[in-house]
């Protein structure tokens, strides 16, 4: 019962919110629609028991994907308001387009039901949650290759750096040493000024 | 602890790598002679640790990796010719630099992939060690970003690299799909069933295609004239030794670790890449007024003889092949040294061929080693460089491929061509201006090194090389 609730709850919010997505007339409500809907499908997913797509589906189109949308479309001085003036000169285009989805969508779900392609290739019942297999194999069966997955996203880091990064003249970074040695003795002066003589500085 | 022995040299690059990164965050422009001397270092202290475990422990971290003499004999090779990398660019990134200091760190780096590499027996190493390698290289390759050549480089060797890297994964997806596992003896058990299905054999086809490409071998050799020529010197000497020997063995171990009972499926697309690459690596490296582009279908060349001892298939052509790499870095690290000397009077490179020109009465002893390097790279008998060319004709011969051998001697006579034409050029022409010298001792004692030992003198280490390259080879079969 529950189950239940909490399924139409998610899947009502994520067509909602999908929906939002495309009748947002600000390109960044559109966006913060597009998280709610991503939030929505995570829950979809933890729902169907498959917890790493959905913490997947969180830390990467939420994290990462959604949030570098949302920078371009800030940052991008884009009028939107050109954009859609072609709407019907593009609609037959986007109805084709989506009618060949719809038809596939329908095509899955009958061949989902005709059974496994191949016999016996059933994915046995897991003993395990599958983020905690997945942990496992990682850093048991798979270490060697993932310490090395590490080094390459460091060597990316390094990449970006070296090909981007310049010294410039004009920056004024922080002197860390220098600000801590301040103290007030040397940093405040007290002063008293007598009544109506002013101050001097 | 004894569970990390075998591994002990790519964890000495790793750790030293790391350190060396946050060190050169710090240092000034003068201290990144330093760090590239600790990398230098670094790279001999790993090569001294291939000695032990690490050449004969055997399947490690559940079959990802093997230490075994295949991959000791490889990484032998690698470590020096990076280390030959480092020191090249020394007193060459200082100026007009900012990130001197780095260069070596990714140098590290890569060679921790490189030497994943040549010892991975599962599809997931391999492609995460040629990843490794590759990702440091499309950086070094747009290194001095300022310049424009350099950048385009870059940018042509990456976009290029990621979509070989995207065949090669496509490839390995089709093996993994068809035959459940990603291990180089399971390939080859589903490969031992009977005929292969068309599905391995897609994949078996993508898989070569992405490591022709990191190769350079003929059809996916487009980008390596326009990166060598673009890259700054010290990073074509580097993609032209480290990377190339690694990507060669890496070939040589999927095909017959992997592929060895569909040899003759993958034998005709390396016996065409091998012919393609040497006649088109000779003809096409005639018009060239570039010497690094000229260096660049040498290597292209090059890696075509190579693959005629991979064509053979049998253990003698496995070690030919090996052999051939070890002469074909000593060859070429010191050609590209040498032109790395080329400076004209303001110290900035000069590349054009033109610039040559009677070379051997400005700087004799500079012309002499140029002279001795490309004679060895043509092959021409009483120089070094004909005997690794001898031994795969006579591996392909042995296995019964006299018709390859025979093109291949065909291809090396035509591409002698234009190395005697640079010997013409420095020896036969009139002076042209002369460079300005270059005061880099240790340089200077490498290419000395490298000319002895592809002079003459070297058919002294046929015996003990040999030998090696032999026990190194059988370790595959």
């Known amino acids: ?201 | 602890m004894a569970r990390f022995a075998p591994i002990l040299p790519e964890i000495i690059l790793a750790i030293g790598g790391l350190v060396l990164m946050i060190a050169s965050a710090f240092v000034t422009r003068r201290g990144a002679g330093l760090i590239s001397w600790l990398a230098v270092a670094l790279l001999i202290a790993a090569t001294v640790a291939l000695i032990g475990a690490p050449s004969h422990a055997g399947p490690l971290f559940d079959g990802l990796v093997v230490a075994d003499l295949f991959a000791s004999f490889g990484k032998a090779v690698i470590f020096p010719a990076a280390a030959v990398a480092v020191i090249a660019a020394h007193g060459w990134f200082e100026r007009g630099t900012e990130h001197a200091a780095e260069y070596a760190v990714l140098i590290l780096f890569a060679a921790v992939g490189m030497s994943v590499m040549v010892s991975s027996t599962s599809l997931i190493s391999l492609y995460v060690g040629l990843e490794l390698n590759s990702l440091a290289g499309y950086v070094l390759a747009s290194y001095r970003r300022h310049d424009e050549r350099s950048a385009e480089a870059g940018l042509k060797y990456f976009v290029l690299g990621a979509l070989a890297s995207g065949i090669l994964l496509y490839g390995i997806s089709l093996l993994y799909g068809f035959t459940g596992t990603t291990s180089f003896t399971g390939v080859a058990a589903a490969f031992g069933r009977g005929a292969p299905t068309l599905g391995l054999l897609f994949g078996l086809v993508f898989l070569l295609a992405g490591i022709a490409f990191k190769i350079s071998a003929v059809p996916f050799h487009m980008w390596t004239p326009d990166v060598y020529e673009g890259a700054p010197t010290p990073v074509t000497t580097f993609f032209a030794t480290a990377p190339k020997v690694a990507s060669v063995l890496l070939g040589v171990r999927v095909c017959i670790e992997a592929l060895g009972p569909a040899t003759d499926a993958w034998r005709q697309i390396v016996i065409f890449a091998a012919l393609a690459s040497i006649f088109l690596g000779a003809i096409a490296a005639y018009g060239q007024t570039n010497i690094k582009r000229l260096l660049a279908y040498s290597s292209i060349n090059n890696v075509g003889f190579a693959l005629i001892g991979l064509a053979a298939g049998t253990a003698q052509g496995a070690s030919s092949v090996l052999f051939y790499m070890t002469v074909y870095v000593v060859m070429t690290a010191g050609a590209f040294l040498c032109v790395l000397w080329m400076r004209d009077g303001d110290g900035e490179p000069i590349e054009t061929i033109a610039s040559m020109s009677g070379l051997s009465q400005r700087q004799p002893g500079f012309a002499f080693a140029m002279f001795i390097f490309m004679f060895s790279l043509a092959g021409v008998p009483p120089m070094f460089g004909f005997w690794p060319k001898l031994l795969v004709f006579d591996a392909a011969v042995a296995s019964g491929y006299v018709a390859l051998a025979v093109a291949g001697i065909l291809g090396a006579v035509i591409g002698a061509y234009y190395y005697l034409k640079i010997v013409k050029v420095m020896y036969l022409d009139a002076p042209a201006e002369p460079y300005s010298r270059v005061r880099e001792p240790v340089q200077g004692a490498l290419v000395l090194f490298a000319a002895v030992a592809v002079s003459p003198l070297g058919y002294l280490l046929i015996g003990p090389l040999g030998s090696l390259a032999d026990r190194a080879a059988e370790t595959l079969f």
Do not use: C
């Open chain 1, 1 to 201: 019962m529950i189950g239940a609730i909490a399924f139409y709850l998610f899947a009502t919010l994520t067509i909602a919110s999908s929906i939002a997505v495309i009748f947002a007339r600000n390109p960044v409500h559109s966006v913060l629609w597009l998280i709610l809907a991503f939030f929505n499908a995570a829950g979809l997913m933890l729902l169907v028991g498959a917890e790493f797509i959905a913490m997947l589906l969180v830390i990467v189109y939420v994290g990462a994907v959604a949030v570098l949308f949302l920078f371009v479309v800030m940052m991008l001085d884009i009028d939107f308001a050109s954009l859609r003036s072609g709407f019907t000169r593009n609609l037959p285009f986007g109805i084709i387009v989506a009618l060949v989805l719809l038809a596939e969508m329908i095509v899955a779900v009958f061949a989902h039901r005709a059974g496994p392609m191949l016999a016996g290739s059933e994915i046995p019942a897991a003993r395990v949650p599958n983020i905690v297999g997945i942990g496992q194999m990682l850093y048991s069966r798979y270490l060697f290759a993932f310490e090395l997955a590490g080094l390459i996203l460091l060597v990316a880091m390094v990449g970006a750096i070296v090909l981007t990064h310049r010294r410039r003249g004009d920056t004024r970074t922080p002197k860390a040493w220098r600000q801590l040695r301040r103290h007030p003795g040397t940093a405040i002066d007290l002063v008293r000024p007598g009544t109506g003589e002013g101050m001097k500085l």
